[in-house]
Protein backbone atom coordinates (compact mmCIF):
# COMPACT_ATOMS: atom_id res chain seq x y z
CA UNK A 1 0.00 0.00 0.00
CA UNK A 2 2.79 2.44 1.02
CA UNK A 3 4.53 1.50 -2.61
CA UNK A 4 1.17 2.70 -4.33
CA UNK A 5 0.99 5.81 -2.47
CA UNK A 6 4.64 6.63 -3.09
CA UNK A 7 4.19 6.09 -6.58
CA UNK A 8 1.05 8.56 -7.05
CA UNK A 9 2.45 11.60 -5.51
CA UNK A 10 5.68 10.89 -8.23
CA UNK A 11 3.61 10.95 -10.61
CA UNK A 12 1.08 13.87 -9.31
CA UNK A 13 4.48 15.76 -8.95
CA UNK A 14 5.86 15.09 -12.18
CA UNK A 15 2.56 16.21 -14.06
CA UNK A 16 2.08 19.10 -12.02
CA UNK A 17 5.86 19.81 -12.70
CA UNK A 18 5.45 19.49 -16.55
CA UNK A 19 2.39 21.67 -16.39
CA UNK A 20 4.05 24.45 -15.16
CA UNK A 21 7.04 24.12 -17.68
CA UNK A 22 4.05 24.05 -20.21
CA UNK A 23 3.00 27.10 -18.99
CA UNK A 24 6.19 28.79 -18.48
CA UNK A 25 7.35 27.70 -22.29
CA UNK A 26 3.78 29.24 -23.29
CA UNK A 27 4.59 32.77 -21.84
CA UNK A 28 8.59 32.63 -23.73
CA UNK A 29 6.94 32.22 -26.90
CA UNK A 30 4.41 35.05 -26.50
CA UNK A 31 6.77 37.58 -25.36
CA UNK A 32 9.05 36.57 -28.00
CA UNK A 33 6.85 36.80 -30.81
CA UNK A 34 5.78 39.89 -29.28
CA UNK A 35 9.16 41.55 -29.02
CA UNK A 36 9.22 41.44 -33.03
CA UNK A 37 12.27 39.16 -33.46
CA UNK A 38 10.31 36.02 -34.88
CA UNK A 39 8.90 37.27 -37.93
CA UNK A 40 11.14 37.42 -40.89
CA UNK A 41 8.36 37.29 -44.10
CA UNK A 42 8.88 41.22 -45.12
CA UNK A 43 7.58 42.53 -42.07
CA UNK A 44 9.45 42.61 -38.93
CA UNK A 45 6.07 41.77 -36.59
CA UNK A 46 2.62 41.52 -36.78
CA UNK A 47 1.44 45.12 -36.70
CA UNK A 48 2.74 45.85 -39.69
CA UNK A 49 1.30 43.48 -41.81
CA UNK A 50 -2.22 43.85 -41.66
CA UNK A 51 -3.17 47.38 -42.31
CA UNK A 52 -5.75 49.89 -40.24
CA UNK A 53 -8.16 51.07 -42.01
CA UNK A 54 -8.54 54.54 -39.80
CA UNK A 55 -5.26 55.65 -41.56
CA UNK A 56 -2.34 54.51 -39.08
CA UNK A 57 -0.43 51.25 -39.76
CA UNK A 58 -0.11 49.82 -36.14
CA UNK A 59 0.49 53.08 -34.62
CA UNK A 60 3.49 54.21 -35.93
CA UNK A 61 3.30 56.83 -38.32
CA UNK A 62 5.46 59.85 -37.68
CA UNK A 63 3.95 62.61 -39.84
CA UNK A 64 4.73 62.33 -43.22
CA UNK A 65 4.80 60.00 -46.17
CA UNK A 66 8.46 59.53 -46.14
CA UNK A 67 9.56 57.47 -42.82
CA UNK A 68 7.76 55.04 -40.91
CA UNK A 69 8.35 52.52 -38.04
CA UNK A 70 9.16 48.86 -39.19
CA UNK A 71 9.46 46.89 -35.84
CA UNK A 72 11.13 48.41 -32.88
CA UNK A 73 13.97 50.94 -33.50
CA UNK A 74 14.02 50.31 -37.57
CA UNK A 75 12.73 52.73 -39.18
CA UNK A 76 12.29 52.91 -43.43
CA UNK A 77 12.74 56.03 -45.22
CA UNK A 78 10.97 56.03 -48.55
CA UNK A 79 12.64 57.56 -51.38
CA UNK A 80 10.63 60.51 -53.40
CA UNK A 81 11.47 58.40 -56.54
CA UNK A 82 9.84 55.00 -55.38
CA UNK A 83 6.39 57.09 -54.42
CA UNK A 84 6.61 58.58 -57.20
CA UNK A 85 6.59 55.42 -59.15
CA UNK A 86 3.71 53.86 -57.09
CA UNK A 87 1.90 57.04 -57.63
CA UNK A 88 2.45 56.61 -61.27
CA UNK A 89 1.48 53.16 -61.57
CA UNK A 90 -1.75 53.73 -59.41
CA UNK A 91 -2.68 56.71 -61.60
CA UNK A 92 -2.73 54.69 -64.68
CA UNK A 93 -5.28 52.32 -62.77
CA UNK A 94 -8.51 53.66 -63.83
CA UNK A 95 -10.70 52.29 -60.42
CA UNK A 96 -8.45 54.32 -58.62
CA UNK A 97 -8.12 57.45 -61.17
CA UNK A 98 -12.19 56.84 -60.56
CA UNK A 99 -11.36 57.52 -56.85
CA UNK A 100 -9.09 60.16 -57.38
CA UNK A 101 -11.62 62.25 -59.39
CA UNK A 102 -14.49 61.28 -56.60
CA UNK A 103 -12.15 63.67 -54.05
CA UNK A 104 -10.26 61.05 -52.84
CA UNK A 105 -6.39 62.07 -52.11
CA UNK A 106 -3.00 60.48 -51.84
CA UNK A 107 -2.28 60.43 -48.22
CA UNK A 108 0.73 57.50 -47.81
CA UNK A 109 3.02 54.87 -50.06
CA UNK A 110 4.30 52.31 -48.06
CA UNK A 111 6.46 49.53 -49.36
CA UNK A 112 6.05 45.72 -48.83
CA UNK A 113 9.68 44.65 -47.74
CA UNK A 114 10.90 41.22 -49.08
CA UNK A 115 13.66 39.62 -47.27
CA UNK A 116 15.95 36.67 -49.33
CA UNK A 117 18.41 34.71 -47.74
CA UNK A 118 20.63 33.50 -50.30
CA UNK A 119 22.31 30.02 -49.63
CA UNK A 120 25.51 31.60 -48.32
CA UNK A 121 23.23 33.27 -45.42
CA UNK A 122 23.48 36.48 -47.74
CA UNK A 123 20.35 38.75 -46.90
CA UNK A 124 18.55 40.82 -49.47
CA UNK A 125 15.80 42.82 -49.01
CA UNK A 126 13.90 44.52 -51.76
CA UNK A 127 10.46 46.19 -51.88
CA UNK A 128 8.27 44.27 -54.42
CA UNK A 129 4.99 45.88 -53.98
CA UNK A 130 3.14 48.77 -51.69
CA UNK A 131 0.49 49.32 -50.14
CA UNK A 132 -0.92 53.53 -51.14
CA UNK A 133 -3.73 55.36 -48.94
CA UNK A 134 -6.35 57.34 -50.25
CA UNK A 135 -8.33 59.51 -47.88
CA UNK A 136 -11.71 61.45 -48.59
CA UNK A 137 -12.39 63.79 -45.94
CA UNK A 138 -13.58 61.72 -42.82
CA UNK A 139 -15.46 59.77 -44.72
CA UNK A 140 -13.71 57.49 -47.07
CA UNK A 141 -10.00 55.54 -46.54
CA UNK A 142 -8.75 53.29 -49.86
CA UNK A 143 -6.01 50.93 -49.33
CA UNK A 144 -4.72 50.19 -53.03
CA UNK A 145 -2.06 47.23 -53.41
CA UNK A 146 0.06 47.39 -55.98
CA UNK A 147 2.21 45.13 -57.42
CA UNK A 148 5.72 47.10 -58.40
CA UNK A 149 7.40 44.27 -60.66
CA UNK A 150 4.20 43.78 -62.97
CA UNK A 151 3.77 47.54 -62.34
CA UNK A 152 0.05 47.25 -61.78
CA UNK A 153 -2.92 47.28 -59.00
CA UNK A 154 -3.65 44.03 -57.70
CA UNK A 155 -6.17 44.87 -54.96
CA UNK A 156 -8.59 48.21 -53.64
CA UNK A 157 -10.29 48.18 -50.80
CA UNK A 158 -12.39 51.04 -49.94
CA UNK A 159 -14.36 51.71 -46.88
CA UNK A 160 -16.50 54.21 -46.48
CA UNK A 161 -18.02 56.05 -43.47
CA UNK A 162 -21.89 57.75 -43.33
CA UNK A 163 -22.47 60.30 -40.86
CA UNK A 164 -25.96 61.10 -39.82
CA UNK A 165 -25.75 64.13 -37.82
CA UNK A 166 -28.85 65.34 -35.98
CA UNK A 167 -30.00 68.10 -34.54
Known amino acids: MEVIETERKTKTLMISTMLVLAILSGIAVVVYANSGMGYANGSTDNTNSIPNFMGDFGGRHHGDMGAFGWGRGIFINVSQEFKDNVINIVKSDSDVQSLLNDGYNITDVRPIINAMVGADGTVTLKA ?40
Open 128 to 167: TSAILILSKDTTGRATVWVSIEQAKVTRIEILTITVIEKP
